[in-house]
DNA sequence: ATTCTTTATCGTAATATTGCAATATTAAAA
DNA sequence: TTTTAATATTGCAATATTACGATAAAGAAT
């Protein structure tokens, strides 16, 4: 087939793999670092941080956009993104999530 | 194109692209959860835990093998699979340094 | 008004992912 | 040894992703 069968999984499962595939991608994570890296949000540029055309990365920034790991508003004739805290930290609680279900486990194995 | 310049990225960006790509599907996050949820490691029965044939099953335990998130052995004719742990760590990691520099950044936009 | 600059969208080619039936493999059980 | 049970691999069809040239859109600058 091909389409991912996301209607047989939670929601919960659904999100986290929707979060997780947005950042499947180098270009995507080197956007949410640049993101970090500079003092504000960026108004432009990220296109010379990268080495894809200008179409390329503004697809990127879309599925950014469209996970919901960034935002952008618009700023005169640029767009300036910037990071989506909220979502990041759904992410994180899963990690979080995760670590706690290794401690109660502690390793009865491998 | 469609092959993406993986090349152009960091060891980092790449590292982090592919844990997350991993677990960018939600049988893969659902799986992990299992593997989380279940007292030892599993040994069998993960096929039945999911809405998905068992080659389906078996390509995403590859997958998630492949990038390091989980490590199995073989017992008896079964396969033992566990979560990696020290994998998990540097994505979290990630997610840390993530926050480190949100809180640098004081939100002064958007 | 025209040009410049920046970002988005369309169209399309190359490649990757997803899913499963069929089949292979491997070791335990009978 | 033959059967049974569990997991892996192969092969293939359907769909998704990635990348970019060409082009559009829209505000800024001249």
New interface residues.
């Given amino acids: 087939m091909g389409a ?3 209607e ?3 929601e919960k ?2 999100l ?3 979060l ?11 956007i ?2 640049y993101l ?2 500079v ?3 960026i108004c432009g540029d990220i296109v010379n941080e ?3 055309a200008q179409p390329t990365v503004s697809q990127h920034l879309r599925e950014l956009k469209s996970a919901g790991l960034i ?1 952008g ?1 618009i700023e005169g004739n640029a767009i ?1 993104y ?2 989506e ?1 909220s979502t ?1 930290d759904v ?2 609680q899963f ?1 979080t999530h ?2 706690f ?2 401690d ?2 502690k ?4």
């Fill in positions: 991912s069968k996301s047989h999984f939670s499962q659904n986290i793999a929707s997780a595939k947005a950042l499947g991608h180098p270009a995507r994570v080197a949410i670092e970090l890296k003092d504000t949000c990268l080495p894809l935002k508003s300036c910037c990071i805290e990041l992410f994180k990690f995760v670590e279900g290794l109660e486990k390793k009865r194995c491998c």
